[in-house]
């Protein structure tokens, strides 16, 4: 069975640091990239970054970049996500994804497959 499993979410001040990770068994990720989504309540999932297979490559929404940081260890199937600075429009669920590309990194959540349960991610002002 392929699973996603999200964790370290959490509560934290505005301003606070937050790292998620994202586990997957069932399948071997290493080859494909992997991304991370967003969703707040009355909201559409929305893009926050993804990865390519070898990590060399990523993309963030604008929104996210110069705070939060994405990175894998292919060796323990999974991605992280590090997110610094966090403001209080960062609370969401958020959920990691993969696709079936290496190396193209879409935004759009209807190119990834599988996707995890998702963890509460609030940050208080």
């Known amino acids: 069975q392929v699973q996603l499993v999200e964790s370290g979410g959490g509560l934290v001040q505005a301003g606070g640091s937050l790292r998620l990770s994202c586990v997957g068994s069932g399948r071997t990720f290493s080859s494909y990239v992997m991304g991370w989504f967003r969703q707040a309540p009355g909201k559409e999932r929305e893009f926050v970054a993804a990865i390519s297979w070898s990590g060399t490559s990523t993309l963030y929404t604008d929104s996210v970049k110069g705070r939060f940081t994405i990175s894998r260890d292919n060796a323990k199937n999974t991605v992280y996500l590090q997110m610094n600075s966090l403001k209080p429009e960062d609370t969401a669920v958020y959920y990691c994804?993969?696709?079936?590309?290496?190396?193209?990194?879409?935004?759009?959540?209807?190119?990834?497959?599988?996707w995890g349960q998702g963890t509460q991610v609030t940050v208080s002002s």
């Open positions: 994804g993969v696709t079936r590309y290496g190396h193209f990194l879409p935004r759009s959540s209807t190119e990834y497959d599988t």
